[in-house]
């Protein structure tokens, strides 16, 4: 089993939409969670942390579920600008990383 | 300069040929860090220096001899590659605290090619 999985997607969502996406991880003993976003042909950046009571920030929510063992991101009224992939990053004592949930919006 | 900065951004090299990659960070950071991202798979980690030490090495082949002088600068040094070996080679720092992993921050990568 891989330590970090993702859906690849695509999602391709319209403007305005929401759109939801979970990663699960393999270790129950990892210790942080995070959502990096890469753009086309670009480096990731740390788009946010994901703390135990969820949190959020903006248009974006993050939750944890330590009992299933993922995470999960939700955009709500998705922009243009929004599409990108989103990676997801587990810490058990080395960072692990998804491959990564493409998400495409539409105009 | 800012940030996380890699040179080359783009390198072409033949099997036998011995080149190196730069990276420097310009954030005061502890710990710097050289990944590999190939094509629809996970980025991985490749090596880890913290303090200009390094603390993890996963299981890379020798062909790749990273260098850190100090807690700027970050070397890749590449010799007898594989084509296998074609991928964007990624650096990032952050600043660590009683082993913690803390944001990290990427540079804008070099996509190597090896013919």
């Known amino acids: 089993r891989k330590e970090v999985e993702q859906d690849p997607g695509p999602f391709n969502v319209p403007e305005g939409a929401t759109v939801a996406f979970n990663c699960t991880y393999s270790?129950?003993?990892?210790?942080?969670f995070f959502w990096y976003r890469q753009d086309c042909r670009k480096e990731p950046k740390l788009l946010m942390s994901?703390?135990?009571s969820g949190n959020e920030d903006g248009r974006f929510t993050a939750q944890l579920n330590r009992a299933s063992q993922y995470i999960s991101l939700l955009i709500r009224d998705s922009k243009l600008s929004d599409s990108a992939t989103y990676l997801c990053?587990?810490?058990?004592?080395?960072?692990?990383f998804g491959a990564g949930t493409t998400v495409t919006v539409r105009a | 300069e800012t940030g996380v900065t890699q040179t080359p951004r783009h390198l072409v090299m033949g099997m036998t040929n011995k080149k190196s990659l730069k990276c420097e960070q310009h954030?005061?950071?502890?710990?710097m860090y050289w990944y590999k991202q190939s094509a629809k798979k996970p980025l991985e980690l490749m090596f880890v220096?913290?303090?200009?030490?390094?603390?993890e090495n996963n299981s890379v082949p020798s062909r790749f001899s990273p260098e850190c002088p100090n807690s700027s600068h970050l070397f890749l040094h590449l010799h007898t590659l594989q084509p296998e070996d074609s991928a964007l080679y990624l650096c990032?720092?952050?600043?660590?605290?009683?082993?913690?992993?803390?944001?990290?921050?990427f540079g804008p990568g070099t996509r190597l090619t090896v013919l």
């Open positions: 994901v703390y135990s």
């Open positions: 270790n129950s003993a990892s210790q942080s």
């Open positions: 220096y913290n303090f200009k030490e390094q603390t």
């Open positions: 990032a720092s952050s600043q660590e605290t009683s082993g913690v992993y803390n944001e990290q921050f």
């Open positions: 954030l005061g950071h502890n710990a």
């Open positions: 990053v587990v810490n058990d004592y080395k960072l692990s």
